[in-house]
């Protein structure tokens, strides 16, 4: 029997742009608390009411990344924002075991029922990317819809280290954080990790405080885990990666089309590996932090799409 997708690609060339001052900033709005992951307390940012929607960031940043989404889903739906494990307000655990990914995957699971929920939307950007699709292959049962960030399906990222030049050499910069440590002299723009450089994608002054303060308080060696443990090898000596499984579950999937790290190719194919409902939007202005970058472009396709699929 044929499968059946549903496969829309929107291609937005105008208009693409970090929103800053149009949408109100959630800071003041949201209410805190912990899940505990088996003795690791994981903090969250939450706003709203309505089905539950799991937040999950990247590298390098906190809650804090998705105020733009938070802001425009908040009538709509509960929104849960995390700082994931060794970052911001949330637990430390020392030794670089303890950001082995079945750990990350658990630390969502234990946000899901801290809230009372068998499941969630999860939505994911940069490693929370990684943690979403791999939460969505080992706990299918505990996901109602999946988003995701910039972050290709395992399988195409696996295909694009192994075959794609460009690919390779953009991700460089993870072999250096496998094999470093935070203060090695070089480790990031040539200088050690501080609260500072790691926040010098933001654009926004306000914003940027706000970063540096949740850096100053995270654990720079708990971030480097999470490429020691979990990035994908690449190499003639290392052997490719098992397939991943198979999913059947409502996916959008976001990608800023001028990201330097993640190569757009690594796109293709994804709606093979899904036999849900499969959207891909591209954001052609959009760097890696599209849900900054294309604030308004994500956000309003994020709660379009949620809405249309209850």
């Not at 996916?251 to 036999?275: P, Y």
């Amino acid at each position: 029997m044929q499968k059946r997708h549903r496969l829309k690609f929107f291609f937005l060339a105008t208009f693409l742009f970090f929103a800053g001052g149009a949408i109100a900033d959630i800071w003041d709005e949201v209410e805190h608390g912990y899940a505990d992951s088996d003795g690791v307390k994981i903090h969250y940012a939450t706003v709203g009411e309505g089905p539950l929607v799991i937040m999950i960031h990247g590298f390098p940043d906190f809650w804090y990344s998705w105020r733009h989404q938070m802001e425009g889903l908040k009538d709509d739906f509960k929104v849960v924002a995390i700082d994931q494990r060794g970052y911001n307000l949330s637990g430390q655990p020392e030794g670089e075991a303890n950001y082995n990914m079945r750990y990350l995957v658990g630390d969502v699971a234990a946000v899901i029922r801290h809230f009372g929920a068998d499941k969630a939307t999860i939505v994911g950007h940069d490693w929370g990317g990684i943690v979403s699709w791999q939460f969505a292959f080992a706990l299918p049962q505990m996901v109602d819809k999946l988003v995701i960030l910039n972050l290709p399906h395992p399988n195409g990222l696996a295909r694009e280290l192994a075959n794609n030049v460009e690919q390779q050499e953009n991700s460089s910069y993870a072999r250096t954080f496998i094999e470093g440590s935070p203060t090695d002299p070089d480790i990031l723009f040539g200088g050690p990790m501080t609260a500072q450089t790691l926040s010098f994608w933001v654009s926004d002054p306000d914003a940027r405080v706000r970063y540096t303060e949740a850096f100053a308080q995270s654990s720079f060696d708990g971030m480097l885990a999470y490429y020691k443990q979990n990035y994908p090898r690449a190499g003639s000596n290392t052997p490719a990666p098992p397939p991943a499984p198979q999913l059947d579950v409502p996916l959008l999937v976001f990608h800023g089309l001028q990201d330097t790290a993640l190569h757009s190719d690594g796109l293709n194919n994804t709606w093979d590996w899904n036999d849900g409902d499969t959207t891909i939007v591209a954001a052609p202005n959009a760097n890696h932090f599209v849900q900054q970058d294309a604030a308004e472009l994500v956000t309003s396709t994020l709660k379009w799409w949620l809405l249309a699929r209850p």
